[in-house]
Nanobody
Framework: QVQLVESGGGLVQPGGSLRLSCATS????????MNWYRQAPGKERELVAT????????NYADSVKGRFTISRDNLKNTVNLQMNSLKSEDTAVYYC???????????WGKGILVTVSS
């Protein structure tokens, strides 16, 4: 079965760092682009970061550009999100997403909470 499991979330102070990881199984990971989304209370889900299937290209939301870094390991079937200089506005549930656009395939993790607060 397809599984995407996020880990590494929790409580961190403003200015601190967290590293989220997403362990996947049950699909051909190396053929999927990977994304991190987040949804804050009372707000719409937003795309935070994207990485191509090979890891050759990345893209970020303006709100996190320069602070967050997405990476992947196609040997371990994992994708990571390094989050630095965290702000209270980064508080949200973060979701790992896999997509194979040409075939309309899409998989989601259950999400993990990141709370940035002093």
């Amino acid at each position: 079965q397809v599984q995407l499991v996020e880990s590494g979330g929790g409580l961190v102070q403003p200015g601190g760092s967290l590293r989220l990881s997403c362990a996947t199984s049950g699909f051909t990971f190396s053929r999927y682009a990977m994304n991190w989304y987040r949804q804050a209370p009372g707000k719409e889900r937003e795309l935070v970061a994207t990485i191509t299937s090979t890891g050759g290209s990345t893209n970020y939301a303006d709100s996190v550009k320069g602070r967050f870094t997405i990476s992947r390991d196609n040997l371990k079937n994992t994708v990571n999100l390094q989050m630095n200089s965290l702000k209270s506005e980064d508080t949200a549930v973060y979701y790992c997403n896999a997509v194979r656009r040409l075939y309309g395939l899409d998989h989601w993790g259950k999400g993990i909470l990141v709370t940035v607060s002093s």
